[in-house]
Every structure is written in C-alpha cells, then in structure tokens.
C-alpha cells in the first residue's frame, strides 16, 4: 500500500505563483516516474508535467516555460513549481506516482487526492 500526500494548492491570483508537494510513503522499493496531472470541471484529465527517475522532464504545450516539476528522491517527494498562472490552469492537480515493491515486481500507479488550484482575482 502506497499513499500520497499532496499539499500547496489554494487560491492565487493571476500572474501569482504556487508550489504544489507530494510525498509518497508506504511499501516502496523504487520509485520510476513521478508526475502532475489535472483535471478542470467538465474537462478530462489531463497530463501536466512528468519526470523520470534520472530526472527527465516533460510538460503539456499549455505549461512549457511557466511550471517546473522536480523530485527529491531522498524523501519520495515530487514538486510542481508554477508561475505565471492565469485562469486556464484552474483545476484540481493530481499526483501520480509509478513505483516498484521489490527488486521483482511490475511497476504499479497510485494517485494522490488531489489538490485545488484556483486561479482569479
């Protein structure tokens, strides 16, 4: 069992920033890719950010420039930096996290609770 803890959503006006965090505990041997990923009313999830164990990246065409994703592998923990936020990127964020048990097992996902981003003035 994994759990994910997400933490720094709230509201922010426009052209503010926010530091989303998420921390992943429970039976983990290896994490793999770690990523953000958010979902608006009547809108589909969608994938925002992603980053890979030895720390490739890569963002949706609507974040490229503003948003930074970044891990601390010591600590499980995945970080979503925003800047620049305008209203399009309202939304509940999600956590998502790609690990391993042991040395053996398939790669399994958990997502955290999400977390809302409100973006108005």
């Known amino acids: 069992q994994v759990q994910l803890v997400e933490s720094g959503g709230g509201l922010v006006q426009p052209g503010g920033s926010l530091r989303l965090s998420c921390a992943a505990s429970g039976s983990i041997f290896s994490i793999n890719a770690m990523g953000w990923y958010r979902q608006a009313p009547g809108k589909q999830r969608e994938l925002v950010a992603v980053i890979t164990s030895v720390g490739s990246t890569n963002y949706a065409d609507s974040v490229k420039g503003r948003f930074t994703i970044s891990r601390d592998n010591a600590k499980n923990t995945v970080y979503l930096e925003m800047n620049s936020l305008n209203s399009e990127d309202t939304a509940v964020y999600y956590c998502?996290?790609?690990?391993?048990?042991?040395?053996?097992?398939?790669?399994?996902?958990?997502w955290g609770q999400g977390t809302q981003v409100t973006v108005s003035s």
């Open positions: 998502y996290v790609q690990y391993r048990i042991d040395w053996r097992s398939a790669h399994f996902g958990s």
